[in-house]
């Protein structure tokens, strides 16, 4: 994710020292990483089936010496002591990169902590329900995801249910052009316990114009993000 939008990310998670914080999706982004160097004191997990991707972002950690309290793990990993996740929807959208799961697999597995969950397969809000049993249904999640994964009729189900069971915590609309190379317009879906009312944010025009490698790009500020 952009720099901007990983600052906003941990804000909004509010990161402290007790925390385990876990991306979901990672890839090739270098989130974790990026995190770790403003959180020390902080446990980083990035999971991914990309393997190439998780090592060299290991190569990257370790050249920074960053030694055990960053850990880049595979699709088999099954803890849920999370207390912060970041689910990165728009990394890489090659099929085999939802986390360890087939369809079934989704519904068995989340049926076990929701047995009422919709057995219809989508995989940005299957990863969104996998990040909150991952912090065993006492942490806080943060999506970002297209606007199409949060109107499209495939994911309905997933979203009248996690918005009954009261975790949508609340929905922001980011200015587009945030990433370099595509003009997709994102939205951070926080996902949290107990809420009764879903809260929207338009930050369409909160940006300041930016460059990287000579390309504009819409930019958030410090005091944007505060």
């Known amino acids: 994710a952009p720099n901007s939008i990983e600052r ?4 909004l998670l509010q990161i402290s020292a007790e925390d385990k914080v876990c991306e979901i999706n ?10 770790y160097a403003i959180y020390k004191d902080t446990e ?5 089936e990309n393997m190439s991707a998780l090592l060299s972002q290991f190569i990257k950690s370790d050249v920074k010496g960053y030694d055990g309290k960053v850990r880049f793990v595979g699709l088999d990993y099954e803890e ?3 207390t912060k996740v970041f689910v990165n929807t728009c990394v890489d959208k090659s099929p085999n990169n939802y986390w360890r799961f087939s369809p079934k697999d989704a519904h068995a597995y989340l049926s076990q902590f929701w047995k009422e969950y919709p057995a219809k397969f989508d995989s940005e809000w299957v990863l969104c329900a996998t990040g909150i049993a991952m912090t065993n249904f006492k942490g806080r999640v943060i999506a970002v ?5 949060l109107t499209q009729k495939q994911g309905e189900e ?4 996690l918005c009954e069971k009261g975790w949508i915590e609340g929905v922001i609309a980011l200015p587009d052009k945030m990433y370099q190379d595509t003009w997709v317009n994102t939205f951070l879906v926080i996902l949290s316990n107990g809420n009764k009312k879903v809260k929207f944010l338009d930050a369409r025009d909160m940006y300041t114009k ?4 000579g390309k504009r790009i819409n930019d958030f500020t410090d005091s ?3």
């Open 210 to 213: 930016s460059r990287i490698g």
């Open 44 to 48: 980083f997990v990035a999971i991914s």
């Open 145 to 149: 995801m297209n606007g199409g994964e």
């Open 80 to 82: 849920n002591d999370a």
């Open 158 to 161: 997933h979203r009248k249910f």
């Open 26 to 35: 990672s890839g090739e982004n270098e989130y974790i990483i990026n995190s």
């Open 8 to 11: 906003l990310v941990n804000s």
């Open 224 to 226: 944007i993000i505060a």
